[in-house]
């Protein structure tokens, strides 16, 4: 098998229980408090991702967690299925071979950000970008792209954009009659892709398609400019 990753959100009032299920086991979960997207290393077998790590390191870029419905909550990482009772149905994560026909132009980024679904969702924090997250990217830009001009004001347009397009799509292929969104750019210009993949941001479409931004390619190893398939799980019986 290649990649895949299954993820389980899990409710405070589960947790300690799933705890005392895996130490039943002998098995001893890694917890992550730091960098969400650590989690998606192929070499960590099974992880718990808990609360604290979305105040960390990416905490302007993972502010949505704060606001969304899996706030409070943890969330357990694994490279095999899981059987363990109080968890729901998966979401799961693997290689893909899809290449989308084309991106949007400068003109529909912005007519994306007009969406009403992003708006309304959009913490506070989100546009208070502080000058070190901007040096951040300058140095992955011009190690990646060193023939364009770095313009972060454009790149932080398109990593909003791409959000907008998870909550409203404007950019999408059709699979078997349901929408499928994509993410818009490559990894130089999309942002916090760990909203995508962890369902926090797009969690209405069963399929989807994310790539890793910059963060994840350098914490969680995950491959530059390639898209990874996302697809919800189905509950039980």
Not at 61 to 82: A, G, I
Request: proline share 7%; net charge neutral.
């Amino acid at each position: 098998m290649g990649y895949q990753k299954f993820c389980y959100w899990v409710d405070p009032k589960d947790l300690e229980s799933l705890r005392r299920n895996f130490e039943a086991k002998g098995i001893q979960l890694a917890e992550e408090a730091l960098i969400p997207c650590r989690v998606l290393r192929a070499s960590r077998g099974l992880s718990l991702l808990v609360p604290k790590a979305w105040e960390g390191f990416c905490k302007r870029r993972t502010s949505w967690y704060r606001f969304s419905e899996k706030s409070d909550q943890s969330l357990v990482v694994s490279n095999d299925p899981l059987d363990l009772l109080n968890l729901g149905p998966p979401i799961l994560i693997r290689e893909a071979d899809f290449k989308p026909d084309r991106l949007p132009t400068s003109e529909e980024v912005v007519t994306l950000l007009q969406s009403g679904e992003f708006q309304r969702r959009k913490p506070s924090e989100w546009d208070k970008v502080q000058p070190l997250e901007e040096e951040f990217h300058r140095r992955w830009f011009t190690r990646l792209n060193p023939n364009e001009p770095f313009d972060f004001g454009k790149i932080f347009l398109s990593h909003s954009a791409n959000h907008a397009n998870f909550l409203d799509p404007e950019f999408f292929i059709h699979r078997d009659g349901a929408i499928v969104p994509y993410s818009i750019g490559n990894s130089l210009h999309v942002c916090s892709s760990c909203l995508e993949f962890f369902n926090i941001l797009g969690e209405t479409w069963e399929l989807k398609y994310v790539v890793p931004c910059i963060g994840a390619f350098q914490f969680a190893h995950l491959p530059v400019d390639h898209y990874l398939e996302v697809k919800r799980g189905r509950k039980r019986g």
